[in-house]
């Protein structure tokens, strides 16, 4: 574990040095801070709450997770540097921590830059802050349960085009089950739906964004990282014979 601090420093440098990272995040940023005060109505109804704003998160995150999970891999096998990496004392499951925890922070530092709307709220009345607290702890936690299925799916694809597409559609499903089910309803069994329900990300994320960050729910996200992060490395290690 010597020199996982070492690819997770190069990843952020990466990131930080990539168009698409703070074009990504302007968007999320712009999108986030319109509908956080759109569909909270903070202006009209003095409202104290950010439910409606993180209300949306599912939906937000399509619009940073697939570019943060493009840079992951992509540029590795494009310049040859997977090759050079084989070379060095360095692990797998090394690689693929270090890279997730890289992007699974600029992540976190985008969502930290949607405060104006928590000092908005504060000052328009008293919210209570340990729920707006947990709230964003959720969703980090959904954006990490995001990112981990994008570093996945990096491990099965070397072309740019080809991860973003496929993550997106892949989070645009999860972030849309429930709307699919209800369609469905009345063609599966009521107890299949409700089960399948419960493990989608977005209701568990829905759950805790009441503002009870339950212990099971957020072990769910950390199980669901921990899961993505081991398909990955066990991908890389069977490409890599």
Not at 203 to 219: E, M, N, P, Y
């Amino acid at each position: 574990m010597k020199l996982l601090p070492v690819i997770f420093k190069r990843q952020l440098v990466s990131y930080f040095s990539a168009p698409a990272t703070y074009l990504s995040t302007a968007v999320f940023l712009t999108a986030a801070t319109a509908c956080g005060f759109h569909t909270s109505q903070l202006l009209e109804q003095n409202s104290v709450d950010l439910h409606g704003f993180f209300q949306l998160h599912p939906w937000m995150y399509l619009l940073l997770t697939p570019v943060l999970s493009t840079q992951l891999w992509a540029d590795e096998h494009k310049a040859g540097a997977m090759d050079f990496l084989k070379t060095l004392p360095i692990t797998c499951f090394e690689m693929v921590v270090g890279k997730f925890l890289a992007a699974w922070v600029v992540s976190g530092m985008a969502l930290l830059l949607t405060f104006p709307l928590v000092i908005t709220v504060n000052y328009l009345g008293n919210p209570d802050n340990t729920v707006i607290a947990s709230q964003y702890l959720a969703s980090w936690l959904l954006a990490g349960s995001y990112l981990s299925a994008g570093c996945f799916i990096c491990t099965l694809a070397r072309h740019r085009a080809v991860i973003f597409t496929v993550t997106l559609c892949l989070l645009l499903a999860v972030s849309g089950l429930s709307s699919i089910l209800d369609a469905i309803e009345h063609q599966a069994p009521i107890w299949l739906i409700d089960r399948i329900i419960s493990l989608s990300p977005s209701t568990r994320f829905d759950a805790i964004d009441q503002g009870v960050l339950a212990l099971q729910d957020s072990l769910y996200f950390i199980s669901m990282i921990v899961a993505f992060l081991a398909a990955t490395t066990i991908a890389l290690n069977i490409r890599n014979g």
